[in-house]
């Protein structure tokens, strides 16, 4: 019966997909956010290479922060209401 | 632990935070070497006699490789991701000239060496560091609320 609520096939095995998801985009963006100031930095070298400026856009970077940080915010709700659900059905019958 | 490099120990789940820290960590180490060069912008007798040149932090990325796979629960402080502080290095470039018969360190033609500060490139490195210290604290602030959120669920 909970693995309908909570099993792998279920939206909320997605909605904890996403927060891993979000979490590790947020990792990267602190790291590149971090090295914004560092010459040599790989990652703006693979950008440089790529036709862009060899710089970090720190702009950029926010906005790719706020978006994951919403994501993160909106999953960690829809999942608490689906463990409130597994607590609710577990105390009342 | 003064090179702004994640601890060892840092606890999986904070690393993050600690790359954050890393970037204000740096940044503030830029900042420090900025007002070194602005309080000597004047300095004709450095520690060794000649005038003060111009130092800057040199600052390298830590790897991110192992950031998420690999590394131990309190492995080596490679592989966290994040920046460090590499050293102090000195600018090597020519003092500047400057005719000032009156000054206790003219030469015998009235000119002074003065070290190889300019204020205006100071300044604008300043507001460089600042703004990278600020990106770095909002990322700060943000992982903060999502572990935060996280501990709630």
Same mark, same amino acid.
């Given at each position: 019966m909970l693995s309908r609520l909570?099993?792998?096939?279920?939206a909320t095995a997605q909605l904890k997909e996403g927060l891993t998801t979000s979490s590790r985009a947020v990792t990267s963006i602190a790291h590149r956010v971090s090295n914004?100031?560092?010459?040599?930095f790989a990652e703006a070298l693979d950008a440089a290479a790529a036709?862009?400026?060899? $710089?970090?856009?720190l702009e950029r970077e926010m906005v790719s922060l706020v978006d994951e940080v919403i994501r993160f915010e909106t999953a960690a709700s829809l999942l608490q209401k689906v463990y409130q659900q597994v607590r609710s059905s577990i105390r009342e019958r | 632990m003064s090179d702004g490099s994640i601890p060892i120990g840092v606890r999986r789940p904070m690393r993050p935070l600690g790359i954050a820290a890393s970037g204000l960590t740096a940044q503030r180490a830029r900042i420090d070497a900025i007002l070194s060069n602005i309080a000597n912008?004047?300095?004709?007798?450095?520690?060794?006699?000649?005038p003060y040149r111009r130092k800057s932090v040199e600052l390298q990325e830590v790897s991110f490789?192992?950031?998420?796979?690999?590394?131990? $629960?309190?492995?080596?402080? $490679?592989?966290?991701g994040g920046v460090r502080v590499a050293g102090v290095t000195e600018d090597p470039s020519d003092f500047i000239l400057q005719y000032d018969p009156?000054?206790?360190?003219?030469d015998e033609d009235g000119y002074v060496l003065m070290p190889n500060v300019s204020i205006e490139d100071e300044m604008v490195d300043m507001m460089t560091a600042k703004r990278h210290f600020e990106a770095n604290a909002s990322v700060f602030e943000a992982i903060k609320s999502m572990l935060r959120r996280a501990a709630q669920l």
């Open positions: 909570i099993g792998s096939d279920t914004a100031g560092t010459p040599d036709g862009n400026e060899g $710089e970090v856009d | 912008a004047e300095t004709t007798r450095g520690v060794d006699g000649t490789q192992e950031a998420f796979e690999g590394a131990t $629960e309190t492995g080596g402080v $490679e592989g966290f009156k000054h206790p360190d003219s």
